[in-house]
Structures are given as structure tokens and as C-alpha cells.
């Protein structure tokens, strides 16, 4: 598999948002109509969506389904959908409304038991494990809560059980545009051979995305550095 660029797409009210270190006060919004961001990024070759639904991250519950809907059915992008996935119901619906992966995040620390049932129901490679840290500890509830679990102890426990993909975004990176967590990547690597590691927060550059292909992750998120002018779409391209 080639390393692979996957945009993120947020979404808070509909549109297409970016927030800075988790923080809804800190939030600026980019495009009104998210379909079109996602249909650029498809016009470039590029065949991988992160689509998180802010608002449902913090409802608990999906908010934003009619953004999945329309992209879904208006591209032929792998979605990968996160955000207020916390129960059968919900995951059913993000599934049926075309996503191709679900982000368990916040509900793989409170639930466990949950999401190793959805890896028995829909396959672990339909569920990708959110494991976002700060300062190495696994961060919850769109960042608001620390957890004081180690993110290392975390991902190894899931791998154990079956987890095939996992996000980690260091949150001390993230929106920051000052470079990705290397030494957390590798440090996930060492620990679970043949994990495939999508990494997130931090990309501010194309080197950035170069070293992160050099260390033979599975993929990066890329957000802010895009909708700042800091990676064209033609630079993405370059990797898809």
C-alpha cells in the first residue's frame, strides 16, 4: 500500500472548519459547502476523506449526516468518519449514509467493550482507533478531558484485541502548522509491528509530508496546512 494522503474535512454547522488545538473558540471557517472541498480534492486524484463532524463529537451523537450523505453519494472518496460515533446506532447510521471507515475516539476510552464489538460485527478494518495524546496521555471528548491513560499502553492494549488502523494527533500539535510528533510515530511503530499508523497534526509543510513517508507510516491527515495556503492541491497530488 502506498502511503497514502487523506484531507480532513471539519465540520461544525455545515461547513468546513478549522480549529486550533481542539478549541471551538478557536475556530476559523473555510468553505461554506464542503462537498466542493471534497470534490476538489477528488478532481486531484487524491481517494481518501477524514470527515469529522464537530458538532456531533460534542452532542455525542452524528449531527452533521447530511455533509456525509451528500459527499458520499457525490464522490467515489473512502471516507473515514469521526465525530459523535458513540453507539450501534450511530455507527450503523454513519455506515448507511456511505462511510467507509469509522474514527472510534472518545468511545474507545469510555467503551471499550463497545468498539471490540463493532471489530466482531463490521471487521477491524472498518474501525480505525483514535488515539489522540497530549503530552503522551490519551486526550478525550475533543480534547476537553485528559485521561491519564498512556497513549502507548492504549494502543498496544487495542492492538491485542484486533485494532488494524489507528489516528493519533498529538494535540499539542495540532493546528499549529510547527511540525508533526515524529518521536510519537516512531515510538507506536517499534511497539506494534504492522499497525497501520495514520498520523495527524502538525503537517506544515511538504517536508513534512516527505519524512512522514519516509518512515513507511500508512498515511497522514492533512487540515490547516492546506486551507492556509501552506500545501497546494498540486502538492498533494504528488502523493496520490
Same mark, same amino acid.
Given at each position: 500500500?502506498?502511503?497514502?494522503?487523506?484531507?480532513?474535512?471539519?465540520?461544525?454547522?455545515?461547513?468546513?472548519? =478549522?480549529?486550533?488545538?481542539?478549541?471551538?473558540?478557536?475556530?476559523?471557517? @473555510?468553505?461554506?459547502?464542503?462537498?466542493?472541498?471534497?470534490?476538489?480534492?477528488?478532481?486531484?486524484?487524491? %481517494? =481518501?476523506?477524514?470527515?469529522?463532524?464537530?458538532?456531533?463529537?460534542?452532542?455525542?451523537?452524528? #449531527?452533521? $449526516?447530511?455533509?456525509?450523505? =451528500?459527499?458520499? +453519494?457525490? %464522490?467515489?472518496? $473512502?471516507?473515514?468518519? *469521526? *465525530?459523535?460515533?458513540?453507539?450501534?446506532?450511530?455507527?450503523?447510521?454513519?455506515?448507511?449514509?456511505?462511510?467507509?471507515?469509522?474514527?472510534?475516539?472518545?468511545?474507545?476510552?469510555?467503551?471499550?467493550?463497545?468498539?471490540? +464489538?463493532?471489530?466482531?460485527?463490521?471487521?477491524?478494518?472498518?474501525?480505525?482507533?483514535?488515539?489522540?495524546?497530549?503530552?503522551?496521555?490519551?486526550? #478525550?471528548?475533543?480534547?476537553?478531558?485528559?485521561?491519564?491513560? +498512556?497513549?502507548?499502553?492504549?494502543?498496544?492494549? @487495542?492492538?491485542?484485541?484486533?485494532?488494524?488502523?489507528?489516528?493519533?494527533?498529538?494535540?499539542?500539535?495540532?493546528? &499549529?502548522?510547527? *511540525?508533526?510528533?515524529?518521536?510519537? @510515530?516512531?515510538?507506536?511503530?517499534?511497539?506494534? +509491528?504492522?499497525?497501520?499508523?495514520?498520523?495527524?497534526?502538525?503537517?506544515?509543510? &511538504?517536508?513534512?509530508?516527505?519524512?512522514?513517508?519516509?518512515?513507511?507510516?500508512?498515511?497522514?491527515?492533512?487540515?490547516?496546512?492546506? @486551507?492556509?495556503?501552506?500545501?497546494?492541491?498540486?502538492?498533494?497530488?504528488?502523493?496520490?
Amino acid at each position: 500500500m502506498s502511503f497514502q494522503i487523506i484531507p480532513a474535512i471539519d465540520v461544525i454547522g455545515g461547513q468546513c472548519v =478549522r480549529l486550533t488545538q481542539g478549541d471551538y473558540g478557536q475556530k476559523s471557517v @473555510y468553505h461554506n459547502d464542503p462537498l466542493e472541498i471534497a470534490k476538489a480534492f477528488e478532481g486531484a486524484g487524491i %481517494t =481518501r476523506l477524514h470527515l469529522v463532524d464537530l458538532d456531533g463529537a460534542k452532542e455525542k451523537k452524528i #449531527v452533521n $449526516h447530511k455533509v456525509l450523505e =451528500r459527499i458520499a +453519494s457525490q %464522490t467515489k472518496l $473512502h471516507i473515514d468518519f *469521526g *465525530g459523535g460515533v458513540q453507539s450501534n446506532e450511530m455507527i450503523d447510521l454513519a455506515f448507511s449514509l456511505g462511510a467507509k471507515q469509522i474514527t472510534a475516539g472518545s468511545i474507545a476510552v469510555k467503551n471499550p467493550e463497545l468498539v471490540i +464489538s463493532w471489530f466482531e460485527k463490521y471487521g477491524a478494518d472498518k474501525i480505525i482507533l483514535g488515539a489522540d495524546a497530549k503530552n503522551e496521555q490519551i486526550a #478525550v471528548s475533543g480534547w476537553q478531558e485528559n485521561s491519564n491513560l +498512556s497513549v502507548y499502553d492504549f494502543v498496544s492494549d @487495542y492492538v491485542q484485541k484486533g485494532a488494524k488502523y489507528i489516528i493519533s494527533t498529538d494535540v499539542a500539535k495540532d493546528g &499549529l502548522l510547527q *511540525g508533526p510528533s515524529f518521536d510519537l @510515530y516512531k515510538n507506536l511503530q517499534k511497539q506494534n +509491528s504492522g499497525l497501520n499508523i495514520i498520523a495527524s497534526g502538525g503537517v506544515s509543510n &511538504l517536508e513534512d509530508l516527505q519524512q512522514l513517508k519516509a518512515m513507511n507510516l500508512f498515511g497522514v491527515i492533512v487540515g490547516k496546512a492546506f @486551507y492556509e495556503g501552506k500545501i497546494t492541491l498540486e502538492q498533494l497530488a504528488q502523493f496520490a
